[in-house]
């Protein structure tokens, strides 16, 4: 151990040996210069203008000549205003403690159905980018508030626990206001649910249209966990809807209505069945006048 300390001692006093060796050797550069001007010929007294540098490190005094130019231009003075410096400062200290808090508040084990449901891969995949990052958006809102569901329960936990310690008024009041306020939060929690999946509908096949409705149940994954099921589900949904979706009573004027074994048509007619044909001579009214006669 000793001799470590004397080998390094040793070393770090050759090294500061070669430091003031090296200095020594800078002493003779301005006699060196002074002499090389003197050969040239330049005269010591005339410099040339001192030319400020476009950028710095806020090091030099360079910053308040431009700190003067700006107060020239904007016609202030350059007493710094005592309030707007200190609005400054409290917003300079001021911590953002949203992004730093997500990460320390964890959902209970018991309330999986506060986790912010992935879209599944298969749907994903079929995605554009620009479908993709407003997806990404709307997670990032159901995260805030899954946290503030799960900072609701942990209260409501905490007051369970501790129930016998506390007043019955303030527990029935603490778990009360915190259940309401997770029912705020829930909703709007499953409400976004329903506009992720709308806004991917117009992606989607539409016979799988119906895996797009709100009465889809979530769980980890927004489509739900059985996404093979519910697309057949959905198809054979959609193939039922359009067997039995009733025809198009729209007005269809070159269509002959359908008579049944009564003779009553089946359908409104159309006007132009009732017209006369082309070489059909139409009616001369002569039998209106022979019965009048």
């Not at 809807?241 to 729209?250: A, C, F, L, V, W």
């Not at 008579?259 to 006369?276: D, I, K």
Request: with cysteine; proline share 5%.
């Amino acid at each position: 151990m000793a001799e470590n300390s004397t080998k390094e001692f040793g070393e770090l006093s050759q090294t500061i040996q070669r430091h003031n060796a090296a200095l020594e050797e800078l002493k003779d550069v301005p006699n060196l210069l002074k002499k090389l001007a003197e050969k040239v010929g330049i005269e010591q007294d005339q410099k040339e203008p001192e030319k400020k540098s476009t950028w710095s490190l806020g090091l030099s005094d360079e910053e308040d000549d431009l700190d003067a130019d700006a107060n020239k231009i904007i016609e202030t003075d350059g007493d710094s205003n005592e309030e707007l410096d200190s609005l400054l400062e409290d917003s300079e200290k001021k911590v953002e403690f949203g992004p730093s808090l997500l990460p320390n508040i964890l959902v209970p084990e018991n309330c999986k159905e506060l986790i912010v449901p992935k879209v599944n891969t298969e749907i994903w995949k079929l995605l554009p980018p620009q479908a993709k990052v407003l997806d990404l958006k709307q997670q990032q809102i159901q995260e805030v508030l899954s946290a503030g569901l799960s900072t609701l329960a942990s209260i409501s936990n905490s007051v369970a626990v501790h129930k016998s310690q506390i007043p019955k008024e303030v527990v029935n009041s603490v778990v009360k206001q915190a259940i309401e306020g997770a029912n705020l939060l829930g909703d709007e929690f499953q409400s976004i649910n329903g506009r992720r999946r709308y806004e991917m509908k117009k992606y989607l096949n539409p016979e799988y249209s119906s895996i797009c409705t709100t009465q889809l149940a979530t769980s980890e994954w927004l489509f739900g966990a059985d996404l093979a099921e519910n697309l057949k589900s959905s198809k054979a949904t959609s193939s039922l809807m359009k067997s039995t979706m009733p025809r198009n009573n729209r007005f269809t004027p070159y269509s002959r209505p359908q008579y049944n074994q009564q003779g009553h048509s089946s359908s409104a007619p159309s006007l132009n069945f009732r017209r006369p044909l082309f070489n059909q001579p139409r009616a001369s009214g002569q039998y209106y006048q022979r019965f009048q006669r």
